[in-house]
């Protein structure tokens, strides 16, 4: 009998409508699977379990009745401790944060939907300090270790929900995007996850690091994390930057395939960033299958050069500003490497800052340009597999920051294009690779259609981290 902590949200909603299972049950399954297999991964840092079950409850009367709440009514998730959730302090992984400091009484705005459709509540997942970096540790709740091998790092900002997600413990969790952080920790554990287009989900209270940050889905599959955007998408009047609501469902349409598609494939930038061989060789199997089910696939490359200058003053600056209240004795506390950055961030100036947004407007217009031909572009989403856990960057290979290894992803938070991670394979130790689905600003249902093609082929296919 399959175990409920592996079904995807959309396996479990099934269940419940035809009462073959219950979201109690779905819910004890999540939370024995956090029990048993968290300590040695610590992908949370809250656990609630008596509210969870007793929201599950609640959520079996109504099904019983035929009657439930909405779209996601009785589905366990988890939520990255970087967005604001009623009854639960969010200390973003800092020593700086006092839990008493405020009543927490507020939701972000996607966490309140996934409330208005009835979800259940498991906890709050581990994040590295004001989700600064690619990989997650925090000098408040310690390093956050891979499902394949707790050993390698999960990823990050938002490796506790991927982590999570892996585990079996909820097959939905919501997490952010800055530079990749959703993406970077979904290839690393081996699940899908979707930075959407800047202002389709609405964020509230605003990121520090401004319009780079993206509230996105880290779900089991490319359908669930259409599920999950039909809950989450809607209009919220505390984000000032958010998109109109769209209209329909991302789910439909989702099952029309990759046939005539105009889709290109770069596997390296133009030779620019060096690809571990069974990554290069996973992704290229992942773009083959796509020609396969009829899409026309051209190597090609967007043509622009690596605009980490640019990223580091946007997001260095951020950094400073989320902690300029803090006072000398309170920046002792922070995360090193944190450290160093807020002290380069203090030092650019607001010339240094719009010429920046001068690289990104650039950039955007260069992409644009590019999507006027090409329906997607497909690239690996790291050019590495999970490495030791604990450190910002993999030891011995000549970077500083994070950005160092993550040249796909960032650049698509410069430009605010939807983008997506899909597992495409496994390497010789078993850790999972993915590749990236980028496409047009708006086209964030073409990319989950493409990804779902990949699923339904059986591409996305790997094998769970072992003994769920």
């Known amino acids: 009998m399959t175990d409920l902590a592996d079904l995807t949200a959309t396996e479990l909603l099934s269940g419940y409508s035809t009462g073959a299972f219950s979201p109690v049950e779905a819910t004890r399954a999540a939370l024995e699977r956090i029990e048993r297999k968290d300590p040695a991964v610590n992908a949370f840092v809250r656990v609630d379990a008596e509210d969870a079950l007793a929201r599950a409850a609640e959520s079996q009367e109504r099904w019983l009745k035929r009657e439930p709440a909405g779209l996601l009514d009785g589905v366990p998730v988890s939520v990255k401790d970087i967005l604001l959730q009623r009854g639960a302090p969010t200390l973003r992984g800092s020593l700086t944060v006092r839990a008493e400091a405020q009543p927490w009484d507020e939701d972000a705005p996607s966490v309140g939907r996934l409330r208005e459709h009835g979800a259940v509540f498991l906890g709050k997942t581990t994040t590295p300090e004001f989700a600064w970096k690619g990989v997650t540790d925090s000098p408040r709740h310690g390093v956050t270790g891979n499902p394949y091998d707790p050993r390698r790092t999960a990823g990050g900002s938002s490796g506790g929900s991927a982590a999570a997600v892996a585990l079996g413990a909820g097959p939905l969790s919501l997490g952010t995007d800055g530079g990749g952080s959703v993406r970077i920790p979904a290839s690393f554990c081996g699940i899908f996850a979707l930075k959407p287009t800047y202002g389709r989900v609405p964020h509230y209270p605003a990121s520090p690091f401004g319009t780079l940050a993206h509230v996105g889905p880290m779900t089991r599959d490319a359908l669930d994390a259409a599920l999950l955007m039909d809950v989450i998408t809607g209009q919220d009047w505390r984000d000032w930057s958010q998109l109109e609501q769209v209209r329909g469902s991302f789910r439909d ?93 203090a030092e650019y100036s607001a010339l240094d800052y719009l010429a920046a947004v001068d690289v990104r407007m650039a950039l955007g217009q260069k992409m644009g340009r590019f999507h006027s031909r090409y329906d997607l572009l497909v690239t690996p989403t790291l050019p590495i597999t999970a490495f030791e856990a604990g450190v910002e960057v993999p030891k011995g290979s000549g970077h500083h920051r994070w950005t160092g290894w993550t040249p796909f992803t960032y650049p698509f938070n410069l430009t605010q294009q939807p983008a997506a991670s899909v597992p495409c394979g496994q390497d010789p130790d078993g850790l999972p690779i993915g590749v990236q689905l980028v496409g047009a600003r708006h086209a964030d249902a073409l990319v989950l259609r493409a990804a779902h093609a990949l699923y339904a082929d059986g591409a996305a296919s790997i094998t769970p981290p072992g003994g769920n």
Do not use: K, M, N
């Open 253 to 345: 349409g989702i099952d029309s395939g990759v046939a005539g598609l105009h889709i290109a494939y770069s596997p390296s930038l133009g030779g620019q960033v060096p690809v571990d061989p069974h990554v290069a060789e996973a992704v290229r199997h992942a773009v083959e299958r796509l020609a396969a089910l009829g899409a026309h696939i051209e190597e090609t490359d967007p043509d622009f050069a690596e605009p980490v200058e640019a990223f580091h003053t946007l997001w260095f600056s951020g950094a400073a500003r989320v902690v300029q209240h803090l006072g000398a004795e309170q920046r002792e506390l922070l995360d090193p490497g944190l450290r160093e950055i807020v002290e380069q961030g």
